[in-house]
């Protein structure tokens, strides 16, 4: 939009309304540090509280408690570092970060791409244990040990580690899941950004929102039909009435909790990925030859702010 001309060579934007667009661009960049601001103490406080409880109650050195310490440490990642590099990028003019230097902002993208896919798959990972608790927790008792919830995150960390070190190469086309060094890192290249953010879309949004739906659809089955057979006393016969009772309405008020955070994790993640789909395949879904400034008021609106705190809203 900046470069477009009409055919006299003129820009057909008049100065007054290029005035108004940098200012209102300026606000929402104002706007982001604040929230930025807020969300990050948030973000630090509360999952630094998740993993003092996940240290300090004896109760919770549970296999299944430590998939929730683990995507506490993932967000912690992000509200410890990668939120405050994002601050100091907004804070930096343009030429500032272009010469911003080449290792900080390898890193910027490394830590970018760990963290979140750290968050991701286990939040993904989390919902698959559900399940499985839920569909038999005699069985479960058994299966899910210590040391096999602690292989399972080894393993996601292990992936996230790959993901994220081929993002930081010059390579791969990337500036991070959220572009929080693009065109910073490594020369621009629209094929490599297409393919490496199409992969991303699908192996970091669309594929867990997928399974975490399917899993969760499970689970309301199962619970759906346990409910029933409580009801009619059809357990009764096997174990403790109340006791199971008493447990399973423990894993409810777990599910519940957990239905909550995957609602936030789509209601933020889902538009973004959506319309980075769109802007990729659909050429025409950015109006660049709109010259009414509410659109373009909007098109900032939606693309900066949401992009900024996004990394945060879902912790």
């Not at 939040?123 to 479960?140: A, E, G, H, V, W």
Request: positive net charge.
């Amino acid at each position: 939009m900046y470069n477009h001309t009409n055919q006299t060579g003129t820009n057909p934007w008049a100065d007054s309304d290029w005035k108004k667009l940098t200012v209102f661009r300026e606000q929402v960049v104002l706007t982001c540090k604040i929230l930025l601001i807020i969300f990050v103490t948030c973000t630090i406080l509360g999952n630094t509280l998740v993993l003092v409880a996940t240290w300090r109650e004896s109760s919770l050195h549970q296999p299944n408690k430590y998939f929730v310490a683990c995507l506490a440490v993932a967000d912690l990642l992000v509200g410890m570092i990668l939120e405050p590099l994002t601050l100091y990028q907004l804070s930096l003019l343009v030429e500032s970060r272009r010469t911003m230097s080449i290792h900080l902002c390898r890193f910027t993208v490394w830590i970018d791409t760990f963290a979140l896919s750290a968050s991701i798959y286990t939040l993904t990972f989390i919902s698959f244990d559900r399940y499985l608790k839920i569909r038999k927790p005699l069985q479960y008792r058994s299966r899910m040990t210590t040391s096999k919830s602690l292989k399972i995150i080894f393993i996601i960390w292990l992936i996230s580690t790959a993901f994220a070190t081929y993002a930081a190469t010059p390579d791969s086309g990337s500036g991070g899941i959220l572009f929080t060094s693009i065109r910073y890192c490594s020369p621009f290249d629209g094929n490599k950004l297409k393919v490496f953010n199409t992969f991303v879309a699908v192996s970091a949004f669309f594929l867990p929102t997928v399974v975490i739906l399917v899993m969760y659809a499970l689970i309301f089955v199962v619970v759906h039909k346990r409910q029933k057979m409580l009801r009619n006393g059809e357990l009764g016969q096997t174990c403790n009435v109340q006791n199971q009772r008493s447990a399973f309405l423990q894993d409810l008020k777990t599910i519940r909790m957990l239905l909550v955070v995957v609602g936030v994790f789509i209601l933020c993640w889902g538009p973004h990925f959506i319309c980075l789909m769109l802007a990729f395949y659909y050429p025409n879904f950015v109006d660049n030859d709109n010259r009414s400034l509410s659109y373009w008021y909007l098109f900032y609106a939606a693309n900066d702010v949401p992009t900024k705190l996004k990394k945060t809203t879902t912790t």
